[in-house]
Structure formats: C-alpha cells, structure tokens
C-alpha cells in the first residue's frame, strides 16, 4: 500500500524546509508565546525575512499569531512538530523508537 502525503502534511514539511524556520520553531518549543522581536533577535536576521518566515509557518498551521496592541505574539500550534525536530535532533532521548539491530549469525 502506497502512503500518500496529505496537503497539509506536505505545507508542514515544506514550511519546515528553511533553517531559519526550524529555528523559530525551536524558539517557540519552549511553551508560552514570543513577540516578533523576541524571533528577530533569536534568529538573527532582518524584521522583513523574519516576518516572510512566520508568515510561511502560520500558513501552514505550524503557529499561531494574536495581535495585541502594536505587537503581534506567536505561539506553537503544532507541538507534534516541535517534538519532531527533537527527536530528529537526538533520536537517543526517544528510548521508544530506536530499533534493534537484528543479528543474521
């Protein structure tokens, strides 16, 4: 049987394609909310290309945002994701998912 990949499936892989995105995710893992300067700062790079990746990431429903004054707050929407990338990061913390190697002797 063929797996196929969902719309949503694939805008969630393709949103995570760009390290900059990763990292905000990363940011944004920790629980709670981060204001756009808070992603700014943690990610190093200008306001514009911050702003172009949030916007990646809300569309594919990874985050949500909620604006409150001038200021606009993001959170993880999606913590299956973030708990994704951690496991890709160091699969050893995932005791439940390492496999066995199987001996042929």
Known sequence: MKAVLTDSTHHVFRALAHPARV???????????????????????????????????????????????????????????ARFIDCLDDPRRYPELQVEAACCC
């Open 23 to 81: 990292r905000i995710v990363r940011e944004l893992s920790g629980g709670g909310e981060k204001c756009v300067c808070e992603l700014v700062e943690a990610c190093g790079q200008g306001w514009s290309t911050v702003s172009r990746h949030l916007s990646v990431l809300r569309e594919s429903g990874i985050i949500a945002d909620e604006k409150r004054g001038l200021q606009v707050f993001y959170r993880l929407r999606l913590s299956c994701v």
